[in-house]
């Protein structure tokens, strides 16, 4: 069973990557999820769902719409 945090995607990004990261969140709120967009001083973007970091937001995307239709 989900936990109250697997609904929920946190997004941080550096100042450079916030278009990414705008269209990163757009992408997962259409998918019924709720986002969190946090600036870092990190470089890039970072993804986190259920738990579970992402450097690359493009691998994130593999596992969090793969758990989301697999289980089901």
């Known amino acids: 069973m989900a936990g109250p945090a697997d609904g929920e995607v946190v997004i941080t990004y550096s ?6 990261a705008e269209a990163l969140a757009w992408f997962f709120q259409r998918l019924g999820l709720k986002v969190v967009m946090r600036e870092a001083g990190d470089e890039g973007v970072s993804v986190r769902y259920a738990g579970v970091w992402w450097g690359d937001p493009d691998e994130a995307i593999r596992h969090i719409v793969s758990r989301l239709y697999s289980s089901g």
């Open 15 to 20: 100042p450079h990557a916030r278009r990414r």
